[in-house]
């Protein structure tokens, strides 16, 4: 299992709500090392810790081990402005050593431009008709603990995790065509910029395809799918998903480094 890359981006995290999967975000990042790690939007719930959310020392940690990254593998981190962190609006863009807050950014890597944002600013209703976009935060967020329920039960039947709200979205038409029209216009405005591609969050659904000749990469989130996009340094691009991730592995790998480091220091 590579555990090393050149650069992993996450999104859509929502620290500061009941939904947030802040222990599995935090392990993963105890998984891997990358040169830069991108947050790309809604990693803090600013709406919900307006109104029924909070903060939990759990939270506190995912930030704790991203200034580790930061600081023992000298990790650059990118947090670019999602529509739930929109209080980062008041001190953007900010440079302070590894750290880098922007609205979005252009990557380029092995030859090629892409172009990352959250994804909201292309989001109509989110952008022009906010009350709206709040009304529909409602209505998932009833949704999330609706599921919570419904896995509760499966869990306790030896069923594995089964996400309701990803299911409406597949099978309610206007959803899936909201997606489909969003993921081609990120890819006209990546074109419109001269990039080879785009990054983006925001609607919950991972995805890594080609779209008119566009690459279109979406993070997917830590709410539902819990995925992340990583690329090696080849500059391959695949997307990880924390229920996939094997930790037995990962902890026989350094069972077998430390047996092996112990056993060079004996001969010597």
């Given at each position: 299992m590579e555990t090393n890359f050149k650069t992993i981006v996450i999104s859509d995290v929502h620290l500061g709500t009941k939904g947030a999967k802040a222990k599995e975000v935090l392990r993963f990042l105890k998984q891997y090392r990358?040169?830069?790690?991108?947050?790309?939007?809604?990693?803090?719930?600013?709406?919900?810790?307006?109104?029924?959310?909070?903060?939990?020392?759990?939270?506190?940690?995912?930030?704790?081990?991203?200034?580790?990254?930061?600081?023992?593998?000298?990790?650059?981190?990118?947090?670019?402005?999602?529509?739930?962190?929109?209080?980062?609006?008041?001190?953007?863009p900010l440079e302070i050593g590894n750290l880098s807050i922007r609205k979005d950014m252009i990557y380029e890597s092995h030859g090629k431009r892409y172009f990352v944002a959250h994804g909201d600013i292309f989001d109509s209703i989110t952008s022009n008709l906010r009350w709206i976009a709040y009304i529909g935060d409602m209505g998932y967020t009833f949704l999330l603990w609706l599921n919570a329920r419904v896995n509760h039960f499966r869990r306790k039947k030896g069923l594995p995790y089964y996400s309701l709200s990803q299911y409406i979205k597949s099978k309610v038409k206007s959803a899936v065509s909201y997606i489909d029209d969003y993921e081609k216009e990120l890819t006209k405005i990546a074109k419109a910029r001269g990039c080879d591609g785009i990054i983006c969050g925001h609607i919950h659904k991972a995805e890594l395809r080609e779209i008119d000749g566009i690459s279109y990469f979406n993070s997917g989130d830590w709410v539902e799918s819990l995925s992340a996009l990583a690329e090696d340094h080849c500059g391959n691009w695949q997307l990880i998903y924390y229920n996939e991730m094997d930790f037995k592995e990962k902890r026989d790998n350094v069972v077998r480094m430390q047996n092996q480091s112990s056993h060079a220091v004996q001969i010597s």
């Open positions: 990358c040169q830069n790690l991108i947050l790309n939007g809604d990693i803090i719930d600013g709406w919900q810790l307006k109104k029924s959310g909070s903060w939990k020392r759990k939270h506190t940690r995912v930030f704790n081990r991203i200034l580790k990254m930061m600081d023992t593998d000298c990790t650059k981190v990118f947090y670019l402005r999602g529509n739930h962190d929109d209080f980062l609006d008041q001190v953007l």
